[in-house]
């Protein structure tokens, strides 16, 4: 993604990668060596071509996903975003408490991820999402009153 800003590079992941599955893209919006760190993962995922791996997997997981970005916010190296997502899902979603069968079930959450940029890509990202609302939404925990 030349000549994009970090900002730009940042909805432009969630519109294009995220909600459209256009891997490929992620060659030009992270570095070879990036660093991703999401709840659902025991690890951190090392590299370019394993995020697009377990990204193709996580996406493969919902159909009719739409990402809506509310924030964005750049502090030096550093991009906060803070964005809402709705999806149905397509087969068994894995969470940190077991895998639920809910496919063809609705949900939706919030995240927020902080990227860090270098030489203009995103080099690391840390990934927080709702998945106790995503349990409550998805009737896998009952909510109480």
Known sequence: MPNFTPKEIVRLYYTEVVDQGKLILVDESHAEDCVVHRPEEPQPIEGRETLKQVMGKFLNIYEELESTIHTV??????????????????????S????????????SWNSQTLFKFRDGKICEEWINRDELGMLIDLEILNQRH
Not at 74 to 79: A, H, Q, S
Not at 96 to 106: L, Y
């Open 96 to 107: 940190r408490i077991g895998i639920h069968n809910v496919a063809g079930k609705p949900v």
């Open 73 to 94: 916010v750049e502090e030096g190296d550093f991009i906060a975003a803070r964005v809402s997502h709705v999806a149905r899902l397509r087969e068994p979603w894995p």
